[in-house]
Structure formats: structure tokens, C-alpha cells
């Protein structure tokens, strides 16, 4: 069976030598053997051990969380492989949908399109999105219209940043759905949230109690946590969401 001192290993896996020892030094990820003269040598165990490691961090996982998982006795590696399958087809959907919006922003700036209500929905099928627009049109509708108003008003490199921006934050909460939602870290995320928030309401100052109703329609709507391990995902959100606006009165 092959081995690989750390160097190796560090070159195929693309790490640095610092961090094996650093993973090593935390009992993260344990070399196969020592040798006498103190060398670290990896087999094939420690290569997938390693390689969960890396799948784990690309969705930002900490290293303590990481170790808890990989340590379970529950763990199965292909079902954790199935799972990072899943997550990386999503992420390539993203990226996919992100790089067609880059194209049109390009072709706005340079043709000088306009954005109209359409744009404000990129990404959904079309018809969701006028089923959603026209439920919500029902419920809010002057909130609809105001937040709408506001959005076709901004640029739009600055609208696609607002959207990358909020979609990069709901799969760092997604990610977070098994922690404390009144811990420092997803109360920083839920901060963030709440700021990209009112720049789709076109709001600014206070608004804990709309914020507060928002946190109740995620726990209600499935819709709104589809793929994010509803019900779990909602609640999750909803707790977090009422200990943020509980410090801003």
C-alpha cells in the first residue's frame, strides 16, 4: 500500500505542509506512522480522511465542526460523498446562472439596456416569479412597490452585487443550521442578512419588527428553505432572526 510523507501529500492535495502539521497538532487528521527519525507518512485512509476535510471547508465548515463529523461513529463516507456531490451540483448551477447575468450586465453597460421588473427576478423559472411577485403583490402591495421602485433604481453591476451577495450569505447560514443561532458567528451572518435586507426593501434605520415577521414567514413558507433542510432550516432561522432584533431595541 502506498504512503506519502507530508510533503507529497501536501503537493497533491494542494495544501501546505504548515497546515498537515497544524491538522496533525489538533488531532484532526493523524498520520498512518511515525518513524524513528520523526516522519509523518499518510496511506490511502488518511487520503480520504483528508479529502473530507477539503470538501468540508470549501462549504466553510470550522475545524472543530469538521472533526466532530468525521469522528461520529454514524459517519459513512459515501454518504458524505453523495452529499458534497450535491452541494458542488448546486454551486455549478449558481455559478452558472451568476455568469449568464455577467454576460447581460456586460451587454447592459455596453448597449446601455435598461433593467425592468424582469431583471428583478433572474434566476427563478418565470413562471414562479410572477406567481411570486403576484402573491406577494396581494399581501404587501405597497411594500412590493416601494422595494421594487428602489431596486430599478440602482445600477445594474450594483443589483447583481446585492443578489451574489445575499446568496453567498444564505448558504453560510445554511451551512450554520446545526449551531447555536445565538452565537457570535450566526449573529454576524444574521447582521449581514439583515443589511442586504433592507437594501431589497429600500428601507434604511430600524426595521426589527419587519425583520421579526420576515423571520416568522421563513419558519411558515417552505418555499423560502427549499433544499436547506426545512424544517430545521426555517426554525433555525427564525431563532436567530428573533435574538438579532431583540438587540436592536
Do not use: C
Request: overall charge neutral; hydrophobic content about 35%.
Amino acid at each position: 500500500m502506498a504512503q506519502y510523507a507530508v510533503k507529497k501529500l501536501a503537493k497533491i492535495a494542494g495544501v501546505s505542509v504548515r497546515t498537515l502539521h497544524h491538522y496533525d497538532n489538533i488531532g484532526l487528521l493523524q498520520p498512518a506512522i511515525r518513524t524513528a527519525a520523526g516522519y509523518r507518512l499518510y496511506g490511502e485512509k488518511e487520503l480520504l480522511r483528508l479529502q473530507q476535510i477539503l470538501f468540508y471547508k470549501e462549504m466553510d465548515f470550522e475545524l472543530s465542526t469538521i472533526s466532530d463529523l468525521l469522528d461520529d461513529p454514524e459517519f459513512d463516507m459515501v454518504t458524505a460523498l453523495q452529499h458534497h456531490k450535491q452541494h458542488l451540483l448546486q454551486k455549478q448551477q449558481r455559478i452558472q446562472t451568476l455568469l449568464q447575468t455577467l454576460d447581460k450586465t456586460i451587454d447592459h453597460l455596453q448597449n446601455k439596456q435598461k433593467m425592468n421588473y424582469e431583471d428583478l427576478y433572474k434566476g427563478l423559472p418565470k413562471e414562479q416569479a410572477a406567481a411570486w411577485r403576484k402573491e406577494a403583490m396581494e399581501k404587501w402591495p405597497d411594500q412590493v412597490k416601494h422595494s421594487e421602485q428602489q431596486l430599478l433604481q440602482m445600477s445594474p453591476t450594483d443589483f447583481e452585487t446585492l443578489k451574489t451577495s445575499f446568496s453567498t450569505n444564505w448558504e453560510t447560514l445554511a451551512a450554520m443550521t446545526d449551531q447555536d443561532p445565538h452565537s457570535p458567528e450566526v449573529q454576524e451572518q444574521i447582521a449581514q442578512h439583515y443589511q442586504l435586507i433592507l437594501q431589497f426593501w429600500g428601507k434604511p434605520g430600524n426595521q426589527a419588527a419587519a425583520y421579526k415577521g420576515l423571520g416568522d414567514l421563513y419558519a411558515a413558507d417552505p418555499r423560502y428553505t427549499a433544499g436547506k433542510g426545512q424544517p430545521a432550516f426555517g426554525s433555525f432561522l427564525r431563532r436567530a432572526i428573533y435574538y438579532f432584533t431583540d438587540q436592536l431595541k
